[in-house]
């Protein structure tokens, strides 16, 4: 269906507009999830099963969505998730939403196989981000990330723990996507003319693709296909807390473990020395028929939050979801596919829009509640 948008506001606006400007294969790397997706749904979905509580009648006229992320300041609850390869669905992606991210005050994740080093993604901003991590085989590999990382100014690293082996994402195999064989290349090709402006834009203009953290080891320009060979040939399907103590003890700055649902695992990331945890099942792209991030966020709050900081992703679709997460005791949330499809859309421009809708949404919802700061929402306040 087509629509006309003016201006683009909601976080489907963005998608909407992604969705024409990149090569279908981009946009569905993007949006799908694995399997059936019936977990992405879910994501989605159970949102809409937790009600904020409406209180009248109280002095709103002071509203601060201000709070601290992982001892950063933030303008609000929020950051931005790690998202591989963004560089592909917009010019410089990691680069374009540092700046966003720092414009409005949020933190701002880059992941290990992100399109920008890290190295662009510190020269690019002056606000210290977070840097998403994946245990690979080859742990002098890893100690060399760790070192540029610090480097290069960042302060948190996001551990994601929920990739032992890749997910099976379907729409990445449908239409040949995964495959170098000439069908699946020309399939690609045909795609990518009937989106020009992409190509110039990103395709040429947005050069080199390479896995900006991984030269060495990712040869250009990246495919899906020379990326998930890597994921397959280096990502450790060993690793157990051990090694989250073992990087602990290397890493000084803060540790957020990232992909556990389950209250065992996280007073394990408790025990292992984690700053914080992430609720998170990668958006619904892993382990298809698990339950939803926000359905499984009560009880980790309940089991940890005293202990350490708890966060979420997956699902979060506005500034009004964010509120409900806040509420059931997260310390704040990530947000994944939207922000990649704003810049996907409109560039920074379109990001910094975004987040500055979120904001107001949270700030108008906060008034409408009863409540002037982030601290006053507890679970009394959802039904
Ligand atoms: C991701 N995610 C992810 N997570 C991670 O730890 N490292 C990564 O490199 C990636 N890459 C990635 C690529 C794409 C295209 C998507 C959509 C997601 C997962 C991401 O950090 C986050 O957990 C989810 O995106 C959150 O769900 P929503 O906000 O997309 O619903």
């Known amino acids: 269906m087509t629509k006309s948008i003016i201006t683009p506001v909601t976080v489907d606006d963005y998608r909407y507009l992604a969705e024409k400007r990149l090569p279908r294969f981009l946009f569905d790397y993007i949006d799908g999830g694995s399997n059936d997706e019936t977990t992405l749904a879910a994501n989605r979905a159970d949102f809409r099963k937790f009600c904020l509580k409406q209180q009248v009648m109280r002095d709103v006229s002071h509203v601060d969505t201000t709070t601290s992320l992982c001892g950063q300041s933030a303008s609000m609850p929020l950051a931005l998730a790690p998202v591989g390869m963004a560089g592909m669905m917009a010019k410089r992606g990691e680069v374009q939403a540092a700046r966003s991210a720092e414009e409005i005050g949020i933190p701002f994740t880059t992941s290990i196989v992100g399109i920008c080093s890290l190295e662009e993604v510190s020269a690019a901003s002056n606000q210290a981000f977070w840097f998403q991590l994946y245990m690979l085989r080859d742990r002098d590999i890893v100690l060399s990330l760790l070192e540029r990382a610090h480097k290069a100014g960042c302060e948190t690293l996001v551990f994601t723990v929920d990739l032992a082996v890749a997910g ?8 040949g996507m995964l495959g170098e064989g000439i069908k699946s290349r020309l399939a690609k090709l045909s795609q990518i003319i009937l989106r020009p402006h992409w190509a110039m834009d990103v395709g040429i ?17 990246v495919g899906l296909d020379a990326f998930k060979d890597f ?13 989250i103590q073992w990087l602990r003890s290397v890493w000084n700055g803060k540790l957020i473990i990232k992909g556990l649902l389950e209250t065992d695992d996280a007073r394990q990331a408790v025990d292992a020395g984690a700053d914080g945890v992430i609720v998170s099942n990668h958006g619904g792209r892993q382990l298809d028929g698990v339950a939803s991030s926000i359905s499984k966020l009560p009880a980790v709050t309940a089991a940890v939050g005293n202990d350490i900081e708890v966060y979420m992703d997956g699902g979060v679709r506005n500034g009004i979801d964010v509120l409900k997460a806040i509420a059931l005791g997260a310390n704040g949330v990530l947000i994944g596919r939207p ?28 008034a409408l509640m009863g409540v002037n700061r982030i601290d006053d929402l507890h679970p009394d306040l959802i039904e």
């Open 339 to 366: 922000w990649i499809w704003a810049i996907a859309a409109q560039q920074q421009a379109g990001l910094t829009a975004l987040l500055n809708t979120f904001q107001k949404e949270m700030a108008v919802g906060m």
């Open 168 to 175: 099976m994402r379907h729409r990445d195999f449908r239409n």
């Open 205 to 221: 203009a947005g050069k080199p693709h390479a896995i900006g953290n991984l030269t060495d080891m990712i040869e250009e320009p």
């Open 231 to 243: 994921i397959d040939s280096q990502f450790d399907p060993t690793v157990t807390w051990k090694d």
